[in-house]
């Protein structure tokens, strides 16, 4: 186990901004930066990080938290390894107990999956660099393709001995569970039999954002027309190729630097622009680009270039993926290669200042791509002309943006030399086209939705889980600010009449609260907020303080996100940028007394509405008839004063 001090250090040495920084791209919103949710599709920004608070905020989602339960929540870690990936990226020195036997069989399948894939990968790099036969066979193909020893080393580049169960063997050596060797796919297990899966082939790494490996590509070196040349590891828990990018963990800073993404095919494309300094560069792995990719990138840039290879017909095949990263809302240009070339080839035939500028140079609009490549096969034929223009309306339509989808349009008729007029007429057909198919695949599941929400009881407001959050919220926001209050106090004046008096008087704002709630014998409800309250308690009791960062940094991920949350919940408006717009939005902070006694008073008339229903609701059942009338008309009393004093808040 990781001990104390470590876990410390960690917290007070990470910086929030910095870490989500490398999954979200984030801009500067006032002293917080915003960004768009990495866990849901959205097109506006709702994910809020404060660096000030160390928190952070997805409203979309209503997920928040501290730096760990960030990386728990997007990288699914665990506690013990988000800690680890945080000391890794800061340098800092872990110290822990020895993990008992017990302890590790208590590690969950998906985390035992991680564990077995990562000794895969650095079993495969060591056999490809100091094993004879890896070094022969693996290390000289390598070489061959003019990866750098600095290269290899930074991809983790691997090679499977060409031998049924080497790599099996010596994992079951290592105490790993033939269950997830299976499961990886790293091993195949057919009846009694247990093979490798990848035997003599060179391995490629396929890494998350976070780096934690998922899975492998594997390239055969011999030739075997029974074997495919690559194969890929089998979908599992952990590894989706559908949902990840090759080389992402390398390319996520650079992607938010440049604010571009080059986007190849292959693993060797990657690897020889990463060498030749173009870092921002990932590869859908020769499987079709899919939504879940390009929202991948999208949390990074708004901008993605794909490179095509020189062939025609790689290019023809290809080109289908724009649509899709159009229809995500994101930019698209273009590089097409020469005939013959492809990113890898050409990356290694030219200077890495070559590179960069024939990739400025020759990058192109989509549209202006798509019309070249397309006149060619319409040459002068009007019934081919008029449907690669349909063709290209039928991208533009794609478009979410209704200004771009406009601007297109315009340069679209000017390169092809037709009215605007027809294009927007065509565009207007292909969208209600799209949206009229849309709604027919949706027309059952709206009536579904209609008919349940007839049949469905209304829900009841929990007013006493709000009122609670509420005075955890002051409490935490403002429980160490001292403040003038007010209060309505009785007194009888020279006639003989009792008339309220207003009095005023100083108070820190967390012992106010508390003087009331034990006044009053009150209890929290929610078991999270009592936990809350509690420690509060405990804290102004040892320090008379409150410390914000105890709470921020709990051992229980449950008590840190709530109050993350409550911590956030402010900051909302931001994301909105009304003072943009002159729009000034009233902070709580400047009416804090009537926060408070609002809050009190509230809670108190909710308890005794509760006490008042229960009695009422027993009265007719009762022994004690009368005396429960006479406590119903007292709480009434109580109350109605209550609803005086809300009233005379100010």
């Not at 060498?275 to 991948?296: K, M, P």
């Not at 006639?495 to 108070?507: D, S």
């Not at 931001?574 to 006694?597: C, F, G, H, Q, R």
Request: contains cysteine.
């Amino acid at each position: 186990m990781i001990n104390k001090t470590t876990i410390n250090e960690v917290f007070e040495t990470a910086r929030l901004e910095e870490v989500i920084g490398e999954f979200v791209h984030l801009k500067k919103a006032g002293s917080n930066f915003k960004g768009l949710s990495p866990f849901v599709d959205e097109k506006t920004p709702s994910f809020m990080v404060s660096p000030v608070k160390q928190i952070w905020k997805d409203f979309s989602t209503g997920k928040g938290g501290n730096v760990i339960s960030f990386l728990m929540e997007h990288e699914h870690y665990s506690y013990p390894e988000a800690i680890r990936y945080l000391a890794k990226k800061y340098n800092i020195e872990i110290e822990e107990t020895e993990q008992t036997d017990e302890q590790k069989e208590q590690a969950s399948a998906r985390e035992s999956m991680y564990l077995v894939s990562e000794y895969a990968k650095d079993y495969f790099h060591d056999i490809l660099l100091n094993n004879a036969k890896g070094k022969a066979i693996g290390l000289s193909y390598f070489k061959e393709r003019g990866f750098t020893n600095e290269t290899i080393k930074k991809f983790s580049l691997g090679y499977a001995l060409d031998e049924w169960t080497a790599f099996t063997n010596e994992a079951l050596k290592n105490k790993y569970n033939i269950e997830f060797l299976e499961k990886t796919g790293l091993t195949i297990v057919k009846d009694t039999k247990q093979f490798d899966r990848f035997k003599g082939r060179v391995l490629f790494p396929i890494q998350s954002m976070s780096g934690r490996v998922l899975g492998f590509g594997g390239r055969i070196l011999k030739t075997d027309k029974k074997a495919a040349k690559y194969l890929n590891s089998p979908e599992s828990e952990i590894y989706h190729k559908s949902k990840i990018l090759y080389g992402i963990y390398h390319a996520k800073q650079a992607i938010a630097k440049e604010d571009n993404c080059y986007l190849v095919e292959g693993y060797t494309d990657v690897i020889s622009f990463n060498q030749n300094g173009i870092e921002n560069t990932v590869a859908s792995s020769g499987t079709a680009l899919t939504a879940d990719q390009i929202r991948l990138v999208s949390r990074l840039t708004n901008n993605i270039t794909v490179l095509f290879d020189g062939d025609a017909a790689g290019i023809r095949a290809s080109i289908r993926g724009i649509d899709l990263i159009l229809e995500q809302g994101l930019n698209v240009k273009v590089v097409a290669f020469p005939d013959g070339e492809d990113p890898d080839s050409f990356a290694k035939s030219v200077s890495n200042e070559e590179l960069k500028s024939y990739l400025n140079d020759n990058s192109q609009d989509f549209i202006q791509f798509k019309v070249s490549l397309l006149l060619k096969d319409a040459k002068n034929d009007p019934v081919k002309k008029a449907g690669l223009i349909r063709e290209i309306v039928q991208s533009i339509a794609k478009i979410p943006n209704a200004i771009q989808r406009e601007v297109y349009v315009q340069e679209c008729a000017s390169i092809m030399q037709i009215s605007e007029k027809v294009l927007f007429g065509e565009l207007a057909q292909v969208r209600n086209k799209n949206e009229r198919g849309s709604d027919d695949k949706n027309y059952q599941k709206k009536l579904e939705v209609v008919k349940q929400s007839e049949v469905s009881k209304t829900i009841k407001i929990n007013q006493l889980n709000i009122l609670e959050r509420h005075i955890i919220e002051i409490l935490l926001l403002y429980g160490n600010k001292e403040t003038e209050f007010t209060d309505f106090i009785e007194e009888e004046n020279e006639k003989g009449e009792f008339i309220h008096v207003k009095h005023k008087f100083t108070n820190v704002v967390s012992k106010e609260i508390y003087l009331h709630l034990q006044d009053d014998e009150i209890e929290f409800t929610n078991d999270t907020f009592k936990v809350i309250y509690y420690e509060i308690v405990h804290q102004l009791n040892q320090d008379e303080n409150i410390s914000l960062d105890k709470f921020i940094n709990h051992e229980n991920p449950n008590i840190s996100m709530a109050v993350s949350d409550l911590l956030m919940n402010d900051e909302r408006y931001l994301l909105s940028d009304w003072e943009s717009k002159n729009i000034y939005v009233k902070t709580k902070e400047k009416t804090i007394p009537k926060l408070v006694m609002d809050a009190v008073f509230n809670l108190r008339r909710v308890l005794i509405e509760q006490n008042i229903a229960e009695i009422t609701k027993q009265i007719a059942d009762s022994k004690n008839r009368k005396e429960d009338l006479e406590l119903v008309k007292n709480y009434t009393s109580l109350k109605k004063l209550i609803y005086d004093k809300l009233a005379r808040v100010v």
